[in-house]
C-alpha cells in the first residue's frame, strides 16, 4: 500500500504546508475529494477541519481595503468565538485558528496560497559561469554582452533591443508568453557594471551583482520593474504612468525622480537614497506594512530584523550614487560594509577575523575603483590600518600593528 504522504500531520502541520494548501484549493470534484482523503485516511479527520479552515479564510487575491479588512476581521473573530465555545476543541485547533486569524488580515492568506501570483521571482542563482553581463530576452534567448560597461537601450517601436550601440536585437515573443513571462532580464555578475535605457526613456545604471527585469513597453495604469541587487534611477516623468521599483523587501513608487536603491539578497537591510523628486517607500511581508515618503536629501532603510522603515537626513547624497562614475566615498562608515562593497565591485572574497571589523574604526573618505584592486587596498589599508596580501581571489586581511 502507498505510504500516507500527510500521516501524522497535525492540524496546525497541514495549515503550515504550501504544498497541502495547494492541493485543496485545486480539488474541483467531489471524486478527487474522496480519492484524496482515501489516500490519507490516518489523518482524514484533520484534513476536513483544515480544509473548512482554508475555504473560510482564502481571498480572491486582492489587496483588501479597509472596509473588507473590517468584515474579514469580524467573520475570523466570530469563528474563533464560535470555536472557543466548543468544549472538546484541543490546544492545537485554537493555536491553527490564531494563525490563520493573523494571516487572513490584509488578504495576507491569499500570498500564502498563492505565492508570488502577481509579482516577479528571480531564479535562484545568477547566469550559470557569466563573466559579464547576460540580457535574457522574453523569448528565453541569452545575450553575453561585451565591455566592462555594457549598454543597452529598449527600442519601443521595433520589438527590439539596441546592445552597446551597435547591434540591434529582435525581440520577438515566443508562442506560449503571457503577460506574466514577457519580462526582460539583465543580469550583471560581481566584478561588472551596465546600464540601460528603458521604452519611456527611463536611465538605469546597475551596479555589480544586480539583476533587473522589465518590459519591452509599459501598459497599463504603472510602470513596473523588479530589481534584485542595486541600481540608481532616473525615471522618466509621467503622473498616468507611476514608476514603481519593486524588490523581495520594498517597493518604491515615484512619478519621476533621481534615487539609488540598494537590495541585495545577502544584505539585511534595503536602502533607498532620493537626489530628485518625490518617492513613496512600502515594505512588504507584513499585515499592515510600513509606508514611507521621501524628500530629496533623506534616505530610507528597511531593516530586515525588525520590518521597519527608517527614514533619515542624509548631508551629501552624492556619496551613494559615487559607484556610478568608478568611485566609492565613505563617511563614518562599517569596514564590513566597505569590504561587502569591493567583494562585488572587484569579485573578489576578503578572509579576515572578525574581530578585524569589530575593532576597526568607521571609515571616511573617498576609494578611485577604476585602478587595480592592489591600488584600492593600499589606500584602504591605510586608513583602516590593516595589513592585506592578495592570491587570486582571495584577499586576506590582518591587523597592522604599528
Not at 573617498?366 to 592578495?390: C, N, Q, R, T, W
Request: proline share 3%; hydrophobic share 40%; glycine share 6%.
Amino acid at each position: 500500500m502507498e505510504k500516507e504522504k500527510y500521516s501524522g500531520y497535525s492540524l496546525e502541520e497541514l495549515l503550515e504546508d504550501q504544498e497541502f494548501i495547494n492541493t485543496i484549493l485545486k480539488i474541483k470534484t467531489v471524486e478527487e475529494w474522496n480519492n484524496f482523503l482515501q489516500s490519507n485516511i490516518s489523518v482524514q479527520d484533520n484534513i476536513l477541519r483544515a480544509r473548512k479552515i482554508i475555504d473560510l479564510f482564502k481571498t480572491s487575491g486582492e489587496e483588501l481595503p479597509g472596509d473588507k479588512k473590517l468584515v474579514l476581521w469580524k467573520r475570523i473573530d466570530k469563528y474563533n468565538q464560535y470555536l472557543s465555545r466548543r468544549i472538546y476543541i484541543n490546544r492545537i485547533t485554537r493555536i491553527a485558528a490564531s494563525v490563520l486569524l493573523i494571516m487572513a488580515l490584509g488578504g495576507a492568506i491569499y500570498w500564502i496560497v498563492n505565492p508570488h501570483k502577481d509579482s516577479y521571482t528571480f531564479p535562484d542563482s545568477q547566469i550559470a559561469g557569466a563573466k559579464s553581463p547576460v540580457l535574457v530576452l522574453s523569448n528565453g534567448k541569452q545575450i553575453r554582452l561585451s565591455g566592462k560597461e555594457s549598454k543597452i537601450v529598449v527600442l519601443k517601436n521595433q520589438n527590439a533591443i539596441l546592445v552597446n550601440n551597435d547591434s540591434i536585437i529582435k525581440n520577438a515573443p515566443s508562442g506560449l508568453a503571457n503577460k506574466k513571462t514577457m519580462l526582460n532580464e539583465m543580469n550583471v555578475p560581481y566584478g561588472e557594471k551596465a546600464s540601460l535605457v528603458l521604452a519611456d526613456g527611463t536611465k538605469i545604471q546597475l551596479n555589480a551583482g544586480s539583476r533587473l527585469s522589465f518590459p519591452q513597453a509599459f501598459s497599463g495604469p504603472k510602470r513596473e520593474v523588479y530589481l534584485e541587487g542595486e541600481g540608481y534611477f532616473e525615471v522618466a516623468k509621467s503622473r498616468k504612468q507611476p514608476f514603481i521599483v519593486s524588490t523581495r523587501k520594498m517597493d518604491v513608487k515615484v512619478l519621476g525622480t533621481k534615487f539609488n536603491l540598494s537590495a541585495y539578497q545577502t544584505d539585511d537591510f534595503c536602502e533607498t537614497v532620493l537626489l530628485e523628486g518625490h518617492v513613496e517607500i512600502q515594505s512588504k511581508g507584513k499585515i499592515f506594512n510600513d509606508k514611507v515618503n521621501l524628500t530629496p536629501n533623506q534616505k530610507a532603510t528597511y531593516y530586515s530584523n525588525s520590518g521597519k522603515i527608517v527614514r533619515t537626513d542624509v548631508s551629501d547624497p552624492a556619496i551613494y550614487i559615487a559607484w556610478t562614475d568608478g568611485w566609492y566615498k565613505f563617511s563614518n562608515e562599517n569596514l564590513a560594509k566597505v569590504l561587502d562593497k569591493l567583494e562585488r565591485y572587484y569579485n573578489l572574497n576578503f578572509v579576515y577575523d572578525q574581530s578585524l571589523v569589530q575593532e576597526a574604526l568607521p571609515i571616511s573618505g573617498k576609494l578611485d575603483l577604476k585602478g587595480s584592486v592592489d591600488e584600492v587596498m593600499k589606500v584602504l589599508a591605510g586608513v583602516a590600518k590593516i595589513e592585506y596580501k592578495i592570491s587570486g581571489k582571495n584577499v586576506i586581511l590582518t591587523k597592522a600593528y604599528y
